[in-house]
T-cell receptor, first 113, second 114 residues
Framework: ETGVTQTPRHLVMGMTNKKSLKCEQHLGHNAMYWYKQSAKKPLELMFVYSLEERVENNSVPSRFSPECPNSSHLFLHLHTLQPEDSALYLC????????????FGAGSRLTVL | GESVGLHLPTLSVQEGDNSIINCAYSNSASDYFIWYKQESGKGPQFIIDIRSNMDKRQGQRVTVLLNKTVKHLSLQIAATQPGDSAVYFCAEGEGTSNTGKLIFGQGTTLQVKP
């Protein structure tokens, strides 16, 4: 596989469930990101990891918990979400953490009931 | 505060015509700009980028123009094709930032009429 792969592509969960989104990049990049894409809103940066260390957390509620076990994998653990958290969650990677080209995955469409 | 915006939420063009998608930014410190295309059901795909030391950059059928004086960015698509139908996002960033933070605009939907 090449590029950035996200699983699952679609997820429906109740507010009391615990689930995880997974992202894997096959590009040899050193930085990985989680973005949230909601209807009629710009892409919102949630988390940035550089060399497996979190370098930015954009005031994201604690019900979203990222994990980066190595430079190729990134997870977003979800717990006690709210209906307004329903969105497309995009993972991206880049060569380094400086402002440069991000390669995005196809996204995980999350619906919270 | 910072904001990146596109002038029109939707642009409709005839197949074969040229398309121009505009973007305004507000952060004078931004020195890196990038355009993405997002088709339905897919993630954003890189089109072209430009740094602030340039006014113009060309790719295959696309040109990005940067006017730092009025903080304006545009994407020109030559001979627009049905496959160009998508949402187009501009984004700005600061090269000195060590977090790779790109601020995205809301997007313009390009509709290509056959």
């Amino acid at each position: 596989e090449t590029g950035v792969t996200q699983t699952p592509r679609h997820l429906v969960m109740g507010m009391t469930n615990k689930k995880s989104l997974k992202c894997e990049q096959h590009l040899g990049h050193n930085a990985m990101y989680w973005y949230k894409q909601s209807a009629k809103k710009p892409l919102e940066l949630m988390f940035v990891y550089s060399l497996e260390e979190r370098v930015e957390n954009n005031s994201v509620p604690s019900r979203f918990s990222p994990e980066c076990p190595n430079s190729s994998h990134l997870f977003l653990h979800l717990h006690t979400l709210q209906p307004e958290d329903s969105a497309l969650y995009l993972c991206a990677s880049s060569q380094g953490p400086g402002a440069n080209v991000l390669t995005f995955g196809a996204g995980s469409r999350l619906t919270v009931l | 505060g910072e904001s990146v915006g596109l002038h029109l939420p939707t642009l409709s063009v005839q197949e074969g015509d040229n398309s121009i998608i505009n973007c305004a930014y507000s952060n004078s410190a931004s020195d890196y700009f990038i355009w993405y295309k997002q088709e339905s059901g897919k993630g954003p795909q890189f089109i072209i980028d430009i740094r602030s030391n340039m006014d113009k950059r060309q790719g295959q059928r696309v040109t990005v123009l940067l006017n730092k004086t009025v903080k304006h960015l545009s994407l020109q698509i030559a001979a627009t094709q049905p496959g160009d139908s998508a949402v187009y996002f501009c984004a700005e960033g600061e090269g000195t930032s060590n977090t790779g933070k790109l601020i995205f605009g809301q997007g313009t939907t390009l509709q290509v009429k056959p």
